[in-house]
């Protein structure tokens, strides 16, 4: 990641973080240009999810499927069953 220094615009580099939530840091910053010497705080924040991570799909069908009333919950585990192939 590449940052610049709010006043002169020469590079800068991250000296630290720290981390608030996992959705949000504090990038403590410095500039590079040692005539600037500008020392600054940015953030870098989650913004929104564009694809759900696969790892969370089990999760999330489980989760639907306990919010779903009884019988439906019943309907589905039957018409899975049938469709299961022999062993």
Known sequence: MRVNCTTCGHKGRISSREEVTRAYVK??????DAQCGHTWVS?????HTLRPSAQQL?????????????????????HMGRDRPAA
């Open 43 to 47: 953030t870098l924040s989650f913004s």
């Open 58 to 78: 089990d999760t999330l069908i489980l989760d639907r499927f306990k919010s779903l009333p009884a019988d439906m919950q019943r309907k589905l585990v039957e």
């Open 27 to 32: 990038l403590y910053c410095q500039c590079l």
